[in-house]
């Protein structure tokens, strides 16, 4: 699922230098040795962004990125940053002027690279991916197997992983009906629509759903539990599974949150899951929950790659670790997220998750890679659409 990324630089030791770089981050990478190479295989391989040297032999970098904005379709655009020694300000208005989005100077230093790379990527992929192929449609449920282990922290910083570092189109869904906090989580008003304003409708369509999702600044959507306790009863457990489906059309990811209760509105999101993450940490009590959701759920007759169990604050002492809590459950924890306090507080209180505003720090390294191995996973239902290839 990695994005390709063309290198285009006449010079042995950049492209090594590159190509071991993006590689290491885990990028395709393909090599172009001047702008007419260049060129051809931007058509033929289709990267999702280049690296493009100025001064090439054959046509220089100006022309290559003059000959691909010229070609490109509407509504296609290659993001292509330009590696220049010249630090003349002339240069740059030069290059951008001939196509480029972005611009980095000789020497630079890989990290600044990487950062630019990803946030060309994400500035550039939900138009792709609107356009490009039809939404994976995969619905994933995480389910807190008590109070208070890290689920809603989880749910929201993986699904904005998923869009903006993994370009997926991504609805996160509050399940908490009587006490959803994503409000909280992501610094919005109670004023904003909620799922309540979709089930008190005459009918539930895609339209309606359309206007009451709420936009998040990381680009993912948002469909808001009810702003109070009160109104949580008006959606009943068949309202979830229809709106569910509708949101399966239209995104790759539906991920939604949801609390310890297995009754009936829960059970039916369940059920309409692709894959249920249970999210626990290490102690008796949890222990304990899990052993117990893992037998009713096992009655439920799902798949087994179907509930996949993600161990929060793996790291934090307890007294109890990976091996003893695996022997416990007699069976593997799939994923980790390691335990950082202070990240995960300090963005709860400013209402901006980790994932946006401090991706490269160590929770959200945590998180991402969390994020990959569920991009990588397969649907387990074989509900959703046919798996579409990605366009990074
Ligand atoms: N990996 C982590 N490391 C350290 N602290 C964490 C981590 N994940 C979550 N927390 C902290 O744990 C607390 C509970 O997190 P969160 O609200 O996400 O849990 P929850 O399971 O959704 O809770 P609730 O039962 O209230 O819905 C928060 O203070 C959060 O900052
Ligand atoms: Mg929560």
Same mark, same amino acid.
């Given at each position: ?18 190509? #071991? ?6 990028? &395709?990478?393909?090599?172009?040795? @001047? ?17 493009? @040297? ?7 970098? #100006? ?24 630090? &003349? ?12 989005? @972005? #611009? ?7 990290? &600044? ?83 309540? @304003? ?31 306790? &009160? ?70 007759? #799902? ?90």
């Amino acid at each position: 699922m990695a994005a390709k990324i063309l290198v285009v630089d006449d010079d042995p030791n950049v492209q090594r230098l590159l190509t #071991y770089t993006l590689k290491q981050e885990g990028y &395709e990478v393909v090599v172009a040795a @001047d702008g007419a190479e260049g060129f051809r295989l931007w058509g033929a391989e289709q990267p999702a962004l280049l690296l493009l @040297d100025v001064m090439l032999p054959k046509l220089d970098g #100006y022309q290559v990125a003059g000959k691909i904005r010229a070609e490109e379709g509407a509504g296609s655009h290659v993001p292509i940053i330009m590696l220049t020694a010249e630090r &003349e300000v002339e240069q740059k208005v030069r290059g951008l002027r001939a196509g480029a989005d @972005d #611009y980095l100077i000789k020497p630079f230093h890989p990290a &600044e690279l990487l950062a630019r790379i990803k946030s060309l990527l994400a500035r550039f992929a939900p138009r792709e991916l609107l356009v490009g192929r039809p939404p994976l449609g995969r619905i994933v449920a995480f389910y807190g197997a008590k109070g208070g282990v890290g689920t809603t922290t989880i749910a929201i910083n993986a699904a904005i992983a998923l869009h903006r570092e993994l370009g997926r189109k991504v609805c996160l869904v509050d399940g908490n009906l009587q006490f959803g906090d994503h409000r909280v989580f992501l610094d919005l008003g109670l004023d904003r629509k909620s799922i309540v @304003d979709v089930v008190t409708a005459p009918t539930i369509d895609l339209d309606l759903i359309k206007q009451v999702l709420v936009k998040h600044d990381s680009g993912i959507d948002l469909l808001l539990a009810p702003p109070n306790p &009160e109104t949580a009863e008006l959606v009943t457990q068949d309202h979830m599974p229809l709106v569910l489906d509708q949101l399966r059309g239209l995104y790759d990811y539906t991920l939604i949150d949801i609390d310890k209760r297995l009754d009936e509105v829960n059970l039916h999101i369940l059920d309409a899951a692709d894959t249920m993450f249970v999210v626990m940490t290490a102690d008796l009590s949890c222990l304990k929950n899990v052993r117990l959701v893992l037998e009713t759920i096992g009655h439920l007759g #799902y798949e087994k790659q179907k509930v996949q169990l993600v161990l929060n604050r793996s790291n934090a002492f307890t007294g109890i670790n990976v091996k003893n809590a695996e022997n416990a459950l007699k069976r593997q924890i799939d994923h980790q997220v390691v335990n950082e306090y202070r990240g995960a507080i300090s963005a709860l209180n400013s209402g901006a998750p980790f994932m946006f505003t401090k991706a490269d720090s160590i929770l959200g390294r945590s998180l991402l890679e969390f994020a990959r191995a569920l991009d990588r996973a397969t649907p387990a239902t074989g509900k959703a659409p046919q798996l579409a290839p990605a366009t990074r």
